[in-house]
Antibody, heavy 120, light 107 residues
Framework: EVQLVESGGVVVQPGGSLRLSCAAS????????MHWVRQAPGKGLEWVSL????????YYADSVKGRFTISRDNSKNSLYLQMNSLRAEDTALYYC?????????????WGQGTLVTVSS | DIQMTQSPSSLSASVGDRVTITCQAS??????LNWYQQKPGKAPKLLIY???NLETGVPSRFSGSGSGTDFTFTISSLQPEDIATYYC?????????FGQGTRLEIK
């Protein structure tokens, strides 16, 4: 059974930093691209970032480019999101999602999310 | 970035009704279009991928069609458990965007 478990969400002050983690199990982790998708309270879904199966390619939404960094450790079946220069508008539930391929853009499994709140 | 315009933003229908949601891309995205269902307090669930392919295990009352810039998602006979918010999502050139969502309610 595929499982994605996010962690690391907390309350952080504007301008602060945070690192989210996603522990994956139930599939061959290094066969698939992985994504972060967020959802602000009461709002729609916003794709944040993609990393290819080997970590060699990364993509970011314009809203986070230059502030967030996606990475993965295939030896630990783990995905990460380093978030710097956080803003109030980054407040959201952050989901880790598995791609259906090595790098495609279709999410077939999602975690339950970890909540990031940016507030003073 | 490619913008996705999804309509309507909300919809009220009766059990057994045929329900249709549309999604329009700001440029040609071929068939790089997926549909998701999100129930309150839950993670989204993939229903349709590549515009018209039903994900394994998803009931056949759900379907999708379209290509290029205009796409349609249909529930052939609405069931009570279909109450949710539905999102389209494009992945042309791996810069991914979602539609605004359609909130579906039972009349």
């Amino acid at each position: 059974e595929v499982q994605l478990v996010e962690s690391g969400g907390v309350v952080v002050q504007p301008g602060g930093s945070l690192r989210l983690s996603c522990a994956a199990s139930g599939f061959t982790f290094d066969d698939y691209a992985m994504h972060w998708v967020r959802q602000a309270p009461g709002k729609g879904l916003e794709w944040v970032s993609l990393i290819s199966w080997d970590g060699g390619s990364t993509y970011y939404a314009d809203s986070v480019k230059g502030r967030f960094t996606i990475s993965r450790d295939n030896s630990k079946n783990s995905l990460y999101l380093q978030m710097n220069s956080l803003r109030a508008e980054d407040t959201a539930l952050y989901y880790c999602a598995k791609d259906i391929k090595a790098a495609a853009g279709t999410f077939d499994y999602w975690g339950q999310g970890t909540l990031v709140t940016v507030s003073s | 970035d490619i913008q996705m315009t999804q309509s309507p933003s909300s919809l009220s229908a009766s059990v057994g009704d045929r329900v249709t949601i549309t999604c329009q891309a700001s440029q040609d995205i071929s068939n790089y279009l997926n549909w998701y269902q999100q129930k309150p307090g839950k993670a989204p669930k993939l229903l349709i991928y590549d515009a018209s392919n039903l994900e394994t295990g998803v009931p056949s009352r759900f379907s999708g069609s379209g290509s290029g810039t205009d796409f349609t998602f249909t529930i052939s006979s609405l069931q009570p458990e279909d109450i949710a918010t539905y999102y389209c999502q494009q992945y042309d050139n791996l810069l991914i965007t979602f539609g605004q969502g359609t909130r579906l309610e039972i009349k």
